[in-house]
């Protein structure tokens, strides 16, 4: 039956019942390829994996940070949160329910309280849209708010991220690049979400201005209660914003932890060399930096076993033929490798 069609979600199973009541989100086996086609007729010619069987939780009021390199599945995996593309496989379970069982009505009330804030602030933008019909589209497709009370919310809505009253009639190109993510992250908060996914909000802003963005979402977290997913590449933002780290490697989750204990002691190889490449503003200060040989494996042909093998220093038989479990090594720490680093960090 079409995933369309169902009238009911899926019931959630004991064991899925008591995370849920310990997470506002959880993820379990998630996995999403993607096809591969060619020839005249458009035949399958194999798939990539893009996201392959992927476990986390996210706890209401926090911030799970994920990182990793670009192509390793980050924007993937929050599209699958957010049900933009189906996955293969797998469960996402938020507020208590199995997103990914949802049937359109309910998956259209679950996106009230989690919504999401895209890469580039300018692209995200109808330009043939004010400011007043962009933050005050979700209100009116909703039905929450009509005419003068539109825009008083809309208002509301400006002044909580920041921006003048002034602006409501203005279109996207009048801004510059932090006043449009200011806009973007005003339309999110429109139907007072519990949850937002914010896709790398920060990159395509110049430094001064990523500062005052990573403010504005602190603060908002802080006076709203706002839970985040936080994906970047920068380590310096994760370090200043998340509660909790996740890094990805190749489609694979290599290591999950808080933000202190993943960056005072990484157990995981990929993480150690992302950790050492992050620059220090001493120039007299000494780095075990880690340069990594090799390439990011291909997706579409992903090497048995462990899919860092082909570049860590620590692999062994094993590597090459097993994948390794994720499994929790210290208290709410988390990595998927045969050979942890432990105290035996060098290369």
Partial sequence: MSLWRRKE??????????????????????TKNFPIRGGIFSTIKGEINAVDKVD???????????????????????????????????????MGGDMTSYP???LREARKDMQMVFQDPLSALDPR?????????????????????????????????????????????????????????????????????????TSALDVSVQAQVLNLLMELQRSLGLTYIFITHDLSVIFHISDRVAVMYAGKLVE????????????????????SAVPVADPNAKRDRVELTGEVPNPARPPLGCRFHPRCWKRGKICFTEEPEFREIHPNHFVACHFPLGQDRKP
């Fill in 104 to 106: 359109k009505p309910l």
């Fill in 129 to 201: 849209m004010t400011i007043k019909n962009i933050v005050g589209e979700p209100l009116f497709v909703y039905k929450l708010a009509r005419g003068e009370e539109l825009t008083r919310r809309v208002l509301e809505l400006l002044e909580i991220v920041g921006l003048k009253k002034e602006y409501l009639n203005r279109f996207p190109h009048e801004f510059s690049g932090g006043q449009r993510q200011r806009i973007n992250v005003a339309r999110a908060l429109a139907l007072k979400p519990s949850m937002l996914v914010l896709d790398e909000p």
């Fill in 9 to 30: 979600p899926r019931p959630l199973t004991p064991e899925e019942q008591k995370k849920a009541e310990l997470h506002l989100l959880f993820g379990e086996d998630i």
């Fill in 56 to 94: 986390f939780f996210v706890n209401k009021g926090d911030t799970l940070g994920i990182v990793g390199e670009s192509g390793c599945g980050k924007t993937t995996l929050a599209r699958l949160i957010m049900r933009l593309v189906e996955p293969t496989s797998g469960t996402v379970v938020f």
């Fill in 256 to 275: 999950l932890a808080s933000t202190e204990a993943l960056f005072s002691g990484p157990e995981h190889p990929y993480t150690f060399a992302l950790l």
